[in-house]
């Protein structure tokens, strides 16, 4: 295609020329044809500068219509043209900026070495991309992502600049509030255990000679009686005033909220006063608490240890902590106890069990994943997958969950484990799709430490984006225990959000935990997993046929599935059939299944279907 209006157009110089000849061409037809080729030039011509106009309109819409701010300049940065979206973003009209140079419009928060690098940049490559601060006509100053183009002429000099920009003042307050969330208790505001790791590390790390740090673990005795006593808001309140006098006793110090009723306090100090500091803050906290006519006296529970006589290291201090606050409650509630090497013998096989599960965890090789499968009761066909965690120990085999789920909670290993769990499921998922085996959701099981921690949304995106797989086809599934569990906060907002996401989420062991009914009406769920313990006794137990059709009744009216979970007779299979449940899971049908074992049984299925298959076009040539 040619150049829009270049002179370079044969059909013009031709017009031109035919135009000339026309003078001297002795015959009339020849004149006749001379001047229709000078007409035909005449319209090429006009018809180009109507397609130039209606491109320069064109344009002039599109920059009307984008919400990015559009500045073009000329070779000294003078403002020559902007769009409505500068307009509205800076507040500047044109005629108000029209001549001025664009870094009269930049806020003084870049020094002279900034600008240096950005012409040498724009200079050398032609362009430049990054964030600079501006300053709107009010005067406040914004963020905003810029780029730069140079725009030049046939003999390569710059005749132009034009810049395109976006104000990114909510992604930035959005970034800060992350974290924030990141590290600090949203309750409280004060700092959580991620940051208090750091600032313990900070500590540790800055210790003059003749310095110590102080440090308590305080947990608040029979605090879930105080909430179902006086409510939550009251029970929230009460921990906020808690971390208040707390931060009023340790000025200087540093206060933080662990999580639900456990508190931890550090400070650094030259004295040998340990078990001084530590009665004072039990006795501090032991006045009374005055909350809507409520007078609260607390009984409290402390576990406490000194750097560096206890350790040097930041994870060691905190396992130490935890280890004195639980012995303490093991000698009864309301107690002080300070660590002491005695309390690492008692602990002994069992710290020896969590070193070991921070090695499989660091490894990955003895950690894998066994899948039960649920089906659709109606036609026996395959409707999801649980994934359940397995550890393979070198020397023990497989070690129960029941064994090390537990310690994984108490020494802080569940995101991690959690973690391993949602990217090794979505590597298998991807893995499956991969070789066209049937594509059903597989299930994980969340802890209250994914969701009080706040890494489960990051992880759960990563690994979704990493292996490329849809967020329908994982599913989230959480114990009423976890839900109504204080350190993960307000659930039902973050789960919505990951519902629009697109992941599916259940109840597991539904009917075992508390305030079943009141949940369901505000969480945003799809199934639920009604507990194995009414179903063990189906269908001779009057009260269990009761309570599972009272459930499915429920289930029905609020438009949720239910997955009836220890199947393992054929006769509860038929009570269930008939009473219309829908979906199952249980020995009766499958245990949970190794991959290997698990691919193994897709083959064989689809080999005898396909034989079937076979065996039935035969039949009917």
């Given at each position: 295609m040619w150049p829009v209006l270049s002179l370079n157009r044969p059909l013009l110089w031709v017009s031109l020329a035919a135009v000339s000849a026309s003078v001297w061409l002795p015959d009339v037809g020849l004149r006749v044809a001379a001047v229709l080729i000078a007409a035909t030039g005449l319209w090429d011509a006009w018809r180009q500068v109507r397609l130039e106009r209606l491109r320069s309109r064109l344009g002039q819409e599109a920059l009307t219509m984008t919400e990015e701010g559009v500045i073009v300049t000329d070779a000294d940065n003078r403002i020559l043209v902007v769009n409505p979206a500068f307009t509205q973003i800076t507040g500047y009209e044109q005629a108000e900026v029209k001549g001025l140079n664009v870094a009269s419009l930049a806020a003084p928060r870049h020094d002279s070495a900034f600008f240096e690098r950005y012409w040498q940049t724009l200079h050398s490559t032609g362009r430049w991309e990054g964030e600079i601060w501006n300053r709107r006509k009010q005067g406040d100053e914004y963020?905003?992502?810029?780029?730069?183009?140079?725009?030049?002429?046939?003999?390569?000099?710059?005749?132009?600049?034009?810049?395109?920009?976006?104000?990114?003042?909510?992604?930035?307050?959005?970034e800060r509030d992350l974290r924030r969330i990141g590290f600090e208790d949203p309750l409280t505001g004060l700092p959580n255990r991620r940051r208090l790791h750091d600032l313990l590390t900070s500590r540790l790390r800055h210790l003059q000679a003749g310095e110590s740090l102080d440090m308590a673990m305080i947990d608040i005795d029979a605090f879930k009686e105080i909430n179902d006593g006086l409510g939550v808001e009251i029970g929230d309140r009460l921990l906020a005033r808690v971390g208040e006098r707390l931060a009023r006793q340790v000025a200087g110090g540093v206060v933080g909220r662990l999580g639900g009723d456990e508190y931890m306090v550090i400070r650094t100090t030259t004295f040998d006063d340990h078990e001084q500091w530590v009665a004072g803050l039990q006795s501090h906290l032991g006045e009374p608490f005055e909350l809507d006519g409520n007078t609260l006296r607390l009984g409290l529970t402390v576990g406490s240890c000194r750097a560096p006589e206890d350790g040097r290291e930041s994870s060691v201090l905190f396992q130490r902590l935890e280890s004195a606050l639980y012995a303490a409650k093991r000698h009864g509630r309301n107690h002080c106890l300070r660590f002491k090497p005695a309390l690492d013998v008692q602990e002994g096989p069992r710290l020896a069990l969590v070193n070991e599960l921070r090695n499989a965890l660091a490894s990955g090789g003895q950690l894998e994943l066994h899948y039960q499968p649920?089906?659709?009761?109606?036609?026996?066909?395959?409707?999801?997958?649980?994934a359940l965690l397995r550890w393979r120990h070198p020397r023990d085999g497989m070690v129960s969950p029941g064994e090390f789920i537990p310690l994984a909670e108490r020494h802080g290993l569940m995101a991690a484990l959690g973690n391993w769990v949602i990217d090794h499921a979505l590597a298998q998922l991807a893995h499956w799709r991969r070789l066209g085996m049937p594509e059903v959701p597989v299930w994980i099981n969340i802890s209250a430490m994914q969701l009080f921690q706040g890494d489960l949304e990051s992880a759960l995106a990563a690994g979704?984006?990493?292996?490329?797989?849809?967020?329908?086809?994982?599913?989230?599934?959480?114990?009423?225990?976890?839900l109504l569990d204080e350190r993960a906060g307000d659930v039902a907002p973050r789960l919505e959000a990951l519902r629009e996401?697109?992941?599916?989420?259940?109840?597991?062991?539904?009917g075992t935990g508390y305030s079943s009914l009141g949940y369901l009406k505000h969480l945003p769920l799809d199934k639920l997993k009604l507990d194995r313990a009414f179903i063990r006794a189906l269908p001779d137990d009057r009260a269990d046929t009761a309570i599972v059709d009272a459930v499915l009744a429920m289930a029905r009216g609020l438009a949720l599935e239910v997955v009836a979970e220890g199947v393992e007779t054929r006769a509860q299979r038929d009570f269930l059939r008939s009473v219309g449940c829908e979906l199952v899971q249980g020995f009766f049908y499958d245990r949970p299944l190794s991959v290997d074992a698990l691919e193994t049984r897709w083959r064989e299925r689809a080999s005898a279907e396909a034989s079937e298959v076979a065996a039935s076009a035969e039949s009917m040539a």
């Open positions: 963020p905003e992502w810029l780029k730069v183009r140079a725009v030049s002429d046939d003999r390569g000099r710059v005749r132009h600049y034009v810049c395109l920009f976006s104000d990114i003042s909510l992604r930035k307050a959005r649920q089906y659709r009761l109606a036609d026996d066909g395959l409707a999801g997958l649980e979704l984006a990493r292996h490329k797989v849809p967020a329908r086809l994982l599913g989230l599934e959480l114990t009423e225990s976890v996401r697109g992941h599916p989420v259940a109840i597991d062991d539904f």
